[in-house]
């Protein structure tokens, strides 16, 4: 196998499809990217699976000897980084043998036979639809603080993706907060018997959090295909598949409070910075302590914002306007920020039902968009 790419071109295919590769694996394949081309082919395929999710894209080159062979992406990526010219070519002889050459640089790994790489699934399915990459990966960044990292009950550590007519709605929820953000916007309908769009399905954490970095910041259309097991994101030049998580979702709407006795309307960006201001003191590592919970008094139009620990002590004011009776209650901080920093317009609006019931946070007034929605709840901590 002889081929021949343009540098920038390789670099960027070979840092995305670290998107898929196996990390700590007992199979070297895993940890492999795949190079298939035929001979006289003007695009090569590259492509990696780590069993759970895959990636494959094809690329032009110039193929003197076309093959099948596995090489080490990690080892791969390091290389071509440091390479002087604007050209690579990929040497592969019967010994397997890997000759990756630039200019007077020069470096040898170790391929392996194509054929032992794993068979990926069928890269199509019956239903789908298509949506804005833009509106997507801005989707996904809203909701994935909330997606839980380890949970007893798997489908808390994925989001659940619900899409109906022309309305795109995400939900996370870790056990202590849960994030709700909703679209409405033309959606391109893939289903093949061309039937309503209609479709629920829980992605994974670790695949949302490896699509929003494929996915650019442009308005091109992504198309989203559901198999039985897997879903399929197909992009210009780049296919990513996830398998995804089986079962069914918790009943969201059911633990979001409903009848709120206290509403307090503030801005955004001064409650942000009072709470950034409050964590050098509840994120204090000092002495091995244990983070603290920040205090809110929300007290007649100012809101006091106060935590003591080890180390020392805050307080700080926000000004709010506020309906209902005053309130003592606890949060952990970066929890709260979390939720905060997700949120997209300048005024919010936070209902309380009481010190040990989750806040809702909410848009209050002209939103980003007329046409875009969400919600955080936040579950308070008990206060000594």
Known sequence: MRITFEKTVLEAAVNDSLCAVSEKNTYQTLECIRFRCADGDSTCSLT???????????IPCRVEIGGNYLINAAKLNRIIK??????????????????VISGRSKFELHALEGETFPNI????????????????????????????????????????C?????????????????????????????????????LSFIVPGKTLSQ????????????????????????MENKIFFSR?????????????????????????????????????????????????????????????????????????EVLIEKEGDDLLIGFNCRYLLDALKSADSEKIRIA??????????????EKESSETDYLYMVCPVRLN
């Open 48 to 58: 990696t699976f780590d069993l759970n999710k895959g990636f494959v894209t094809e």
């Open 244 to 316: 995804l998580i089986e079962g069914d979702y918790i009943d969201y709407n059911r633990v979001i409070p409903k009848e709120p006795k206290i509403s307090v309307v503030l801005d955004r960006m001064s409650f942000i910075s009072s709470l950034e201001r409050a964590s050098l003191v509840t994120e204090d590592k000092s002495l091995g302590q244990v983070k603290s919970s920040v205090k809110l008094n929300f007290e007649g139009d100012i809101l006091k914002v106060f935590c003591e620990s080890l180390s020392g002590s805050v307080y700080d």
């Open 162 to 198: 619900i899409v109906k007519d022309n309305l795109l709605k995400l939900i996370s929820c870790d056990g202590n907060r849960l994030a709700v953000r909703e679209t409405v916007c033309s959606l391109g309908n893939k289903n093949k018997d061309m039937s309503t769009l209609d």
């Open 352 to 365: 309380i039902t009481g010190p040990l019931m989750g806040v809702v946070i909410t848009a209050e007034g």
């Open 121 to 160: 699934p069928e890269l199509d399915g019956e239903r789908g639809f298509t949506v804005s990459g833009e509106i997507l990966k801005k989707m996904i960044a809203q909701v994935f603080f909330a997606i839980a990292v380890t949970d007893q009950r798997p489908m808390l550590c994925g989001a659940y």
């Open 82 to 99: 440091f390479l002087p010219d604007q050209y690579v070519t990929l040497d592969i002889n019967e010994k397997k043998i890997v000759q």
């Open 211 to 234: 699509l929003s970095r494929l996915l650019n910041d442009t308005d091109d259309e992504i198309a989203v295909i559901l198999a039985r097991k897997h879903v399929i994101f197909k």
